[in-house]
């Protein structure tokens, strides 16, 4: 037994041994095979791979400035875009990185994890990750042969869904009563970096009101590629994310949503989390395509806010998550290669000191065919730039002609040779495109006052005259005045639209003069008379012209004699607005005169004058009630005495005479 234990030690060291060294090597082939330790691996510099800079991202075709990305809130989503280059003489090796760099204030809403494939061999030649929160991502190269081989006009796009980091603070109309929300759980990510389950938030009730028979329902679409997990659903309380009390409410999952019933009121906001499952056979799970997945959360409820028997309430809302990777190209020529490149510029000519130049459109053709692509010359780049890697050959072997015309002439300008036509490259192959200015087709607006009535001695005052083109206000004014003998121009204005439309000119005083009407009344636009000229006529008005009053008359019927009629108070309204109050009683035998009321206002517009009682005594009824307004300059407000029983009316006597 003891021999057979030694050889049973033994046999166990060989065994150990035996593993150790086995061990020993696999560790030093996967060190040997290791992406870190592959021969030139390097992280490349932004001199050698360029476009990668937080000031290369452009969304929309449209660069990102950080004015732009440090405003955006953390949530929506925004699609950037880089383009990425690769100089001749950069060597690219297997494992080489390059850092992506995003705007300012923005980071990767979603892990990130996609291949880079050759645009011309549909090789993988790289990939990219990035991790959620991140604000860097990194290329990582592969494929070195392809690299060495197409090493020139080398370069790529990647493009992939970014969001902000702003807090935002929703707000809810007061008649809202359900809000939808959803978003891919970066807890879930599988080994190829897609998410395989979105997280689903239904807010209830956000603007706390009293609600009861709720019922909330919650409707999957797309449900082949979604399923509810039952055993995800959580109730909170909103503000405090307190968990509810289970016997507050009645929750039923069901294959393509759940159903949720309140026990009794609810008179705060409650959230329902859940969370799907996204199934792995779909083009998302698998390669990273746009998967949409869409929820759609219903209420029915009774708001008893305002009173017992309550308000129905129904209403829906619909959000739709959407799940992508991004994507990534590559390209390279092969030296020798049957490509070229087509450099295009832009020449102005008259454009006259102080005028800018616009940006312009280029669109490319091959063989009067437009390709689709098309570059921007604006000041910014010189007005120059270029459509490169093209093919020389079409399949047939037969040379392509490549041809640019500008999308749009710019407003103002002519092309030369005229009719905006396709330019073909010089010997140098480069397109010139050349746009001669145009000044514009003017006319002017003379404009003049007349002034009638104007008594001797009465200097006139300085008007203010406003243009309009198709009134609207041009913001352009002139002055008439004594020192211009009450004449001036608008000069150089555009006699067409941009659409080539005549442009419709008109006129009006800014203010009518106090003491001054027009003619016509109302302070109208006036239009230019057949000689261009816009003509304005004012009338001197007198004091009793300018001015007007009111009178206001009390008149009391049927009041016994031993009976004191009360004071009362009348209000003068202009316009419909109070304007002056007056007293009437015993010593104004119930009367006033408003006197001294302005007839215009500086628009010329005629006011309106009315009188109203404020308060009809008590005993009293009128039979002028509201607003009265005059006839021949008077007002008449009528107070009839209301008679009471006997026992009333000797009342009333004994109190008036001190009985």
């Known amino acids: ?183 891919g759980k970066n807890e879930s990510a599988r080994p190829n970096g897609t998410l395989s389950q979105v997280t689903w938030q239904v807010l209830v009730n956000p603007n706390n009101h009293q609600l009861k028979n709720i019922s909330v329902s919650d409707n999957l679409g797309n449900t082949t590629a979604q399923s509810i997990m039952n055993d995800s659903f959580k109730v909170t309380e909103n503000d405090s994310g307190q968990t509810m009390p289970a016997k507050d409410y009645t929750l039923t999952p069901s294959a393509s949503g759940f159903k949720l019933t309140w026990n009794g009121t609810l008179d705060k906001a409650i959230n329902i989390m859940s969370t799907t499952k996204v199934s792995d056979d779909n083009a998302y799970s698998q390669y990273g395509s746009e998967l949409d997945l869409p929820n759609t959360a219903t209420i029915n409820a009774t708001d008893i806010s305002k009173s017992a028997t309550g308000t129905p309430v129904t209403t829906s809302n619909t959000k739709t998550v959407k799940l992508s990777m991004g994507n990534g190209t590559a390209h390279g020529d092969e030296p020798g290669s049957f490509k070229t490149n087509i450099a295009v510029q832009k020449n102005w000519k008259g454009v006259p000191d102080g005028v800018k130049t616009p940006d312009v459109n280029v669109k490319l053709f091959a063989d009067g065919t437009d390709t689709g692509k098309s570059v921007t010359l604006n000041a910014a780049n010189s007005y120059q730039s270029s459509f490169n890697g093209l093919d020389k050959f079409a399949k047939d072997g037969h040379a392509i002609q490549y041809t640019a015309q500008e999308a749009k002439v710019p407003d103002g300008y002519t092309t030369d040779p005229g009719g905006n036509p396709l330019v073909a490259p010089d010997s140098n192959g480069k397109i010139t495109l050349t746009n001669v200015y145009q000044a514009p087709i003017t006319t002017t607006i003379t404009v003049q006052k007349k002034w009638e009535n104007v008594p001797d001695g009465v200097a006139t005052p300085a008007v203010t005259i406003k243009l309009y083109a198709d009134g609207v206000d041009t913001g352009k004014t002139v002055t008439l005045n004594n020192e211009n003998s009450y004449q001036a121009k608008f000069a150089n204005l555009n006699k067409f639209s941009a659409n080539g439309q005549p442009i419709k000119y008109t006129a009006k005083e800014a203010s009518v003069p106090s003491g001054y009407v027009t003619d016509p009344g109302g302070n109208p636009n006036v239009a230019p008379d057949s000689n261009g000229t816009i003509t304005f006529t004012n009338k001197y008005q007198s004091c009793y012209d300018r001015y007007t009053y009111v009178r206001v008359v009390k008149d009391w019927q049927n009041v016994p004699f031993w009976k004191c009629t009360p004071n009362v108070h009348v209000t003068l309204y202009r316009n419909g607005t109070p304007y002056r109050i007056a007293s009437l009683n015993d010593f104004n035998c119930y009367q006033t005169t408003f006197m001294y009321l302005p007839k215009y206002d500086d628009q010329g517009n005629q006011y309106k004058y009315t009188v109203a009682e404020n308060k009809v005594p008590r005993g009293y009824k009128t039979t002028t009630p509201g607003q009265q307004q005059p006839v021949n300059n008077t007002v008449r407000l009528v107070n009839v005495y209301q008679h009471h029983s006997h026992c009333s009316w000797w009342f009333d006597f004994n109190w008036e005479f001190n009985f």
């Open 1 to 183: 037994m003891i021999h057979g234990l030694k050889v049973k030690q033994q046999s166990s060291f060989k065994r150990g041994l035996l593993l150790g060294i086995v061990t020993i090597f696999i560790l030093m082939l996967s060190q040997a095979f290791s992406p870190s330790n592959q021969v030139g691996a390097a992280s490349l510099g932004a001199d050698q791979v360029t476009g990668l800079s937080t000031n290369d991202a452009q969304e929309n075709n449209a660069p990102v400035t950080p004015d732009m990305s440090q405003k955006w809130y953390a949530g929506p989503i925004h699609t950037l875009t880089y383009q990425f280059k690769i100089p001749d003489n950069v060597k690219v090796n297997d494992g080489d990185t390059a850092t992506v760099t995003l705007p300012a204030g923005a980071v990767f809403r979603n892990p990130q994890q996609f291949s880079l494939k050759s645009s011309n061999t549909n090789e993988d030649v790289g990939k990219f990750t990035a991790d959620a929160k991140a604000n860097t991502g990194q290329i990582t190269f592969s494929n070195a042969a392809y690299w060495a081989k197409y090493d020139s006009n080398r370069g790529g796009q990647i493009q992939f869904d970014v969001t902000g980091t702003q807090n935002f603070v929703p707000s809810y109309p007061q008649d809202t009563y359900l809000a939808k929300n959803g978003w």
